[in-house]
């Protein structure tokens, strides 16, 4: 039974949350956090993590501005310098170039648990900041002065600020008075680590197929991660088959680009929703990452989204700290929420869009997506927006 009182606390030590409390924990404040599990439990000898994120050069700055990201290149890490997107449909196409756009990579492709550790490593040499592993938050009280937090290994703590960021099921967004609202898109997300016959080239290459977007994304050790958005059930029905007849009908949806397969380890799967928050804090609390937003994978932009809330939160929290104000005023907590929101809304929209635009079986958007690709594929210039927008400059 602990009552240690710190500044902050923060349930979630996934990407979004460990990365707030480096910001936070690195300038002296006093951080506690929170998560139900524990990266470095059970990593599997030469295992890879199915979930991975295509990381922003806007988040790579940030991880190397906390001096997280030498130990991520050595946990191992790989750079994208080219995109190849087509469409199945006519022959719309598009390839970007980061040498175009005078950058060396776009960004690159991490597994989420080579991240967390490197975080977790440097908030365990930060004095200020405790962590909580395999530990979950069972409740909380919010008062004027501070919250008190009920934790499942019978401590109590108390904060401050409360930060929730537990992911998409969020249970401190459950526990307050939070709305959320989205939908399911009745697909789910194939996840799975291959080999392929040739090289990936530094490429993340992108197919759109009329149940949704095949992503294979260039992994370390010349591996290739894949995400292969369908229909529920065709996704339950590529579970089902063999290692050998998923190889090949991945060959075969991928159109042979890479060659054939292997499966390295298993396959998973996630269910896909839009789902937002109408408000991003309350009395003393504030929610970031997925717990207010969760998005269509297709363009790799949730985390990147997460990594924003959670510099755009530190800021306003250290600048009152530093003023000596209250770090969980309405004011701070709201000057947060209005800097994010358009942000986080309009992704959304975009990503909700693309899904649209990509899903429809009427020829004549069939036809525009198609041609409009190769316009887009003439042009210089939008390649190196589009090219700008995917580096999150
Ligand atoms: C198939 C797929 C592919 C994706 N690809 C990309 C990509 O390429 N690029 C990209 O930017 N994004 C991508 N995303 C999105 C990205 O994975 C998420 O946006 C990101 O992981 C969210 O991070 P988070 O820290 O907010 O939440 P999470 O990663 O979900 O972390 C939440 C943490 O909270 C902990 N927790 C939960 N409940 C409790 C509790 N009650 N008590 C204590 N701890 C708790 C959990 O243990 C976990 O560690 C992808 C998503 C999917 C599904």
Request: hydrophobic share 40%; glycine share 8%; charged share 20%.
């Amino acid at each position: 039974m602990s009552d240690k009182t710190y500044q902050v606390a923060i349930i979630g030590g996934g990407m979004v949350g460990a990365t707030v409390a480096c910001l936070l924990a690195e300038k002296g404040m006093s951080v506690a956090l929170v998560d139900a599990g524990d990266p470095s439990a059970a990593w599997p000898e030469g295992g890879y993590d199915l979930r991975v994120s295509a990381l922003t050069l806007a988040s790579i700055n940030l991880f190397k501005s906390l001096g997280v990201w030498d130990e991520i290149v050595q946990l191992g890490e790989q750079s994208v310098e080219k995109m190849f997107v087509w469409d199945h449909f006519g022959s719309g196409e598009l390839d970007i170039d980061s040498a175009d756009a005078g950058e060396m990579q776009m960004g690159s492709v991490v597994e989420n648990r080579i991240t967390v550790l490197a975080l977790w490593k440097k908030l365990q040499s930060l004095a200020t900041c405790d962590i909580f592993k395999s530990v979950q938050l069972e409740g909380f009280d919010t008062n004027e002065e501070c919250v008190d937090i009920q934790l499942s290994n019978d401590t109590n703590i108390k904060a401050k600020l409360l930060v929730g960021a537990d992911g998409s099921s969020s249970k401190m967004r459950q526990l307050s008075r939070i709305e959320h609202y989205g939908w399911g898109y009745q697909q789910k997300a194939l996840v799975a680590t291959v080999k392929s016959e040739k090289s990936h080239k530094n490429t993340a290459w992108q197919r759109f197929l009329p149940e949704g977007p095949l992503a294979l994304l260039p992994l370390r050790d010349g591996l290739i991660s894949i995400v292969w958005t369908s229909q529920t059930e065709t996704t339950e029905a590529y579970l089902e088959l063999s290692d050998s007849d998923f190889c090949d009908a991945l060959a075969e949806a991928s159109e042979h680009q890479l060659g054939s397969f292997e499966l390295i380890g298993t396959r998973g799967a996630f269910p896909l929703k839009l789902q937002f928050s109408s408000e991003y804090c309350q009395q003393r609390m504030v929610l970031i990452g997925d717990a207010i937003h969760t998005i269509h994978p297709l363009a790799g932009q949730g985390a990147n989204l997460g990594l924003k809330d959670a510099v755009t939160l530190a800021n306003v929290v250290l600048k009152a700290h530093e003023a000596r104000r209250d770090i969980a005023s309405q004011q701070v907590l709201r000057r947060y929420e209005r800097q994010r929101k358009g942000d986080n809304l309009l992704m959304m929209g975009i990503m909700d869009g693309f899904k649209r635009l990509f899903g429809a079986d009427e020829t004549l958007v069939k036809l525009t997506r198609s041609s409009g690709m190769g316009l887009i594929n003439q042009s210089v210039l939008l390649k190196n927006q589009i090219c700008k927008y995917a580096m999150g400059l």
